[in-house]
Each structure stands twice: as structure tokens, then as C-alpha cells.
């Protein structure tokens, strides 16, 4: 990528969103990612009929497309092709795990893996919180006559 092009929250935001829509369509499974400001990492697994190379064109291709239609973008988006290892067992796959979440610190963004807001391991705390959350008001609540839930002091 090499300009720091996802260093916005509104790029590196859609950039997730991109991720959520294609993991939805069951395109790939994603086991964990960080966005950095002038590149992405990504931990997949493709299934039968997808290659990583149409994976990634697809992250890629629907990144490009949707920063261009939804906020103007000309120009360049990503540099030509990608890296790619293949993960074989439990022990690289945990390496690389740690590895991406150790991304944010060792460029200095964050003193801790978990303070960075765009990598999965925040996404999944956040949201982890928020069900949690949402459960300890559900229990806090009464049910009133006319349906409606008020908390309980």
C-alpha cells in the first residue's frame, strides 16, 4: 500500500466493513486481522471454490471500489499483489496470531494489543462488552404492563 491511506478511521471503518460483508457472504472465514495505516494484515481460511488470491482480490477490489463511490478516492488504492504464508498447524497459526496483534505496538500506535481499534481482538472485546452489557440490563429489568421494560434502581 505504501501512503498511509487506512490511517483515517473512516478508511480503516470501512475497510472492516468490507471484511464483515464478505466473511457474511461466507466468502472466507477470518480468524483475525490489523489494520494498519499503510497496510492489512489478515489470518483466513478460504473454503472449496475460493483461492486466496480471489480473496484477497475481493477484499481488495470491494475496498477500492467503495472508496471511490462513497467518498470520491481517485487514484491508486493497493500496490500490486500480496504476501502470503500458509498456517499447517496449531503452533504457527497461535505465531501468527501474535504476531498481528503485536503489529500496533511495535509501530508504537498503542502500549497494548488490545488498545488498538482496528484489529480483531478490539472489535471482539467491544463487542463481547456490549453483550454483556446488555445481558446485566435485561436481568436489571422489569416487565411493565403496557410492554415497555423500565430498570430496576
Known sequence: MGRRLLQSERNAALLIDVLRSLVAERKFKLHDFVIMPDHVHLLLTVEDGMTIEKAMQLVKGRFSYRLTKEFGHLGE??????????????????????????????????DFPEQYPYCFQFLANKKATGVRQAAEEERDSVQCGSGAKALVP
Request: aromatic share 12%.
Open 77 to 110: 488504492v493497493w500496490q500490486r499483489g500480496f504476501s502470503e504464508v500458509q498456517v499447517l498447524d496449531r503452533e504457527g497459526f497461535m505465531q501468527h496470531r501474535a504476531y498481528i496483534a503485536a503489529n500496533p505496538v511495535k509501530a508504537g500506535l498503542v
